[in-house]
């Protein structure tokens, strides 16, 4: 035992737990934690960011580049509240994301006394936004709570977790142990019969396909290994893509499954909930649908499945494997069926110019590895359904949440835990401002983070919508831009503007050379929607 402040017991436990990048901006109710932070530099990045959701949204970066939890934190009240849209996200998107956040001092909370950055409950708003929370009331309580929190996240669905540390407990000492009795991350134990159930029914499918989400990412070579041997073709949307490569003849968009889901008669769903499939296509097909899903409440949301196992996808697609060998039937190979399968959706969706020459560069200047990173845009969209991912957690997206303006700064929690593969953010003209001051964080933390940034000078899908749905009743959907060129400069990055293909590719190439953040601006017009697709 160690006699230590509640700042010093904090980074000593996140120490323990491995962590070696926090995101943050500091603050008064935070200043004893950093005071910590300082005599800790050596083993700590620690990236500060002019908003505090920018620190969120780098931490939610972070967690889904690496699958690994991440931490941020914030001062309490506003600095909370301007973490909120980032927390939601992460939720939306299961991802280990940690908030830390101060607090006023104990005596105060819940008295409504108009001290500084004093919200009235709090914790009720990081409990609604987090899978766990909880306050530490002393010192000593901080490494049990943190590693209490870490277990949350390692154990089950993984979803953020929250722990508010007030003031007074940060600047406290304490008598402080490190030892805890907190179990290890847990599992559900396997139901081998249900493994065995799963594995019949597939073994006798004459027309089966898989359905895969982010709780398939950490599994991807048993789902290519089971598909093969079904020969199911394999469907991934968002979170989903690149479980299966998408130069493999079973991977496909989820818009070019839905031809076949009609004619499927087994359907198994892997860590996902199939929201649209099971809202839409559904009503004219039902297939025998097997869930596995570590998240017990994931297997009934839309529709009782057949079976259901709840596991975690890395635990159960190994037993799966083998039982499979026993129970599967001879089967002939589905390439030319499925070949021609992506060739009709290739030739359908080839409307969405010029989307898809943007995406092809993208790829290509991406290479095996480099990660792309969505946002709510033209470009964004068209890419869920046509963008070819090779690998898992190479692709970003916002998920259900759909929080405009997330990527930017997103992609730079990316660029920060894969510093050694390219890593591309698209984004708008109106997202982009939501997180534009964070290009003063990047430069000075030297986050090489390539962004295009396709200028229509409107919030573009607002206005489309507005178009299309509401007789042309344009109204608060036009901006005003600075020049995006000479602000990016003005910040120490790399500004550029590109009018044609090659000199996108040309800026995405230079933007790999330098140690600063590269923004390409696009003019553009008015792009197809990918609408005509739902």
């Given amino acids: 035992m160690e006699r230590l402040t509640g700042g010093e017991a904090t980074v000593k436990t996140l120490e323990l737990l491995g962590v070696k990048t926090v995101f943050g901006l500091p603050g008064v109710q935070n200043d004893w934690l950093y005071n910590a932070f300082y005599d800790h530099r050596e083993n700590f990045r620690i990236i500060h960011t002019r908003h505090e959701q920018g620190a969120a949204y780098m931490g939610l970066g972070y967690a889904l580049a690496t699958g690994e939890p991440a931490v941020f934190n914030v001062v309490p009240?506003?600095?909370?509240?301007?973490?909120?849209?980032?927390?939601?996200?992460?939720?939306?998107?299961?991802?280990?994301?940690?908030?830390?956040?101060?607090?006023?001092?104990?005596?105060?909370?819940?008295?409504?006394?108009?001290?500084?950055?004093?919200?009235?409950?709090?914790?009720?708003?990081?409990?609604?936004?987090?899978?766990?929370?909880?306050?530490?009331?002393?010192?000593?309580?901080?490494?049990?709570?943190?590693?209490?929190?870490?277990?949350?996240?390692?154990?089950?669905?993984?979803?953020?977790?929250?722990?508010?540390?007030?003031?007074?407990?940060?600047?406290?000492?304490?008598?402080?142990?490190?030892?805890?009795?907190?179990?290890?991350?847990?599992?559900?134990?396997?139901?081998?019969?249900?493994?065995?159930?799963?594995?019949?029914?597939?073994?006798?499918?004459?027309?089966?396909?898989?359905?895969?989400?982010?709780?398939?990412?950490?599994?991807?070579?048993?789902?290519?290994?089971?598909?093969?041997?079904?020969?199911?073709?394999?469907?991934?949307?968002?979170?989903?893509?690149?479980?299966?490569?998408?130069?493999?003849?079973?991977?496909?968009?989820?818009?070019?499954?839905?031809?076949?889901?009609?004619?499927?008669?087994?359907?198994?769903?892997?860590?996902?909930?199939?929201?649209?499939?099971?809202?839409?296509?559904?009503?004219?097909?039902?297939?025998?649908?097997?869930?596995?899903?570590?998240?017990?409440?994931?297997?009934?949301?839309?529709?009782?499945?057949?079976?259901?196992?709840?596991?975690?996808?890395?635990?159960?697609?190994?037993?799966?494997?083998?039982?499979?060998?026993?129970?599967?039937?001879?089967?002939?190979?589905?390439?030319?069926?499925?070949?021609?399968?992506?060739?009709?959706?290739?030739?359908?969706?080839?409307?969405?110019?010029?989307?898809?020459?943007?995406?092809?560069?993208?790829?290509?200047?991406?290479?095996?590895?480099?990660?792309?990173?969505?946002?709510?845009?033209?470009?964004?969209?068209?890419?869920?359904?046509?963008y070819p991912v090779y690998n898992p957690r190479t692709y970003i997206s916002t998920g259900y949440m759909g929080t405009l303006g997330y990527g930017f700064p997103t992609a730079l929690g990316v660029k920060v835990a894969k510093p050694d593969v390219p890593v591309i953010s698209v984004t708008g003209d109106g997202g982009f401002m939501f997180g534009v001051q964070e290009l003063a964080s990047a430069v000075q933390h030297k986050i090489p983070l390539i962004t295009l940034l396709f200028n229509n000078n409107k919030f573009g899908n607002v206005q489309q919508m507005q178009k299309n749905d509401y007789g042309g009743r344009v109204i608060a959907s036009d901006l005003h831009n600075p020049d995006f060129v000479k602000m990016t400069e003005s910040f120490g990055a790399q500004g550029i503007r590109a009018n044609s293909f090659e000199e996108v590719r040309q800026g995405i190439q230079r933007g790999k050379t330098v140690d600063v953040p590269t923004v390409i601006e696009i003019p553009v017009g008015d792009m197809p929607s990918v609408d005509q697709f739902r």
């Fill in 77 to 386: 009240g506003p600095g909370l509240l301007n973490a909120t849209a980032a927390m939601a996200t992460a939720y939306a998107l299961n991802a280990k994301l940690m908030c830390l956040s101060g607090q006023i001092p104990t005596k105060a909370i819940g008295r409504d006394l108009g001290v500084l950055h004093e919200i009235n409950n709090q914790d009720d708003i990081i409990s609604s936004l987090t899978k766990w929370s909880g306050r530490a009331n002393s010192p000593s309580q901080i490494p049990s709570m943190i590693r209490q929190a870490w277990q949350q996240m390692e154990s089950g669905r993984p979803r953020p977790v929250g722990l508010e540390i007030p003031m007074d407990i940060l600047a406290a000492t304490e008598m402080v142990d490190f030892e805890s009795n907190i179990g290890r991350p847990y599992s559900p134990p396997i139901d081998e019969d249900v493994v065995i159930d799963i594995a019949k029914k597939l073994g006798n499918a004459s027309s089966p396909m898989i359905f895969v989400g982010s709780g398939a990412q950490g599994a991807s070579q048993h789902v290519r290994a089971i598909a093969e041997a079904l020969q199911a073709p394999v469907v991934g949307y968002r979170t989903g893509m690149g479980v299966v490569d998408a130069r493999s003849y079973l991977s496909l968009h989820q818009p070019a499954a839905k031809e076949l889901w009609m004619k499927a008669d087994v359907i198994l769903a892997i860590g996902t909930n199939m929201r649209v499939p099971m809202q839409k296509w559904i009503k004219k097909h039902k297939p025998s649908l097997l869930r596995i899903d570590v998240d017990p409440t994931s297997h009934e949301k839309f529709s009782t499945p057949d079976i259901a196992l709840t596991a975690s996808a890395e635990q159960a697609l190994p037993i799966l494997r083998n039982h499979l060998e026993i129970h599967n039937k001879k089967r002939s190979s589905r390439e030319e069926e499925l070949e021609n399968v992506r060739a009709v959706w290739k030739k359908k969706c080839s409307v969405l110019e010029p989307q898809l020459s943007y995406l092809k560069i993208i790829r290509e200047e991406l290479g095996e590895d480099g990660i792309f990173v969505d946002e709510l845009t033209q470009i964004g969209f068209a890419s869920r359904i046509a």
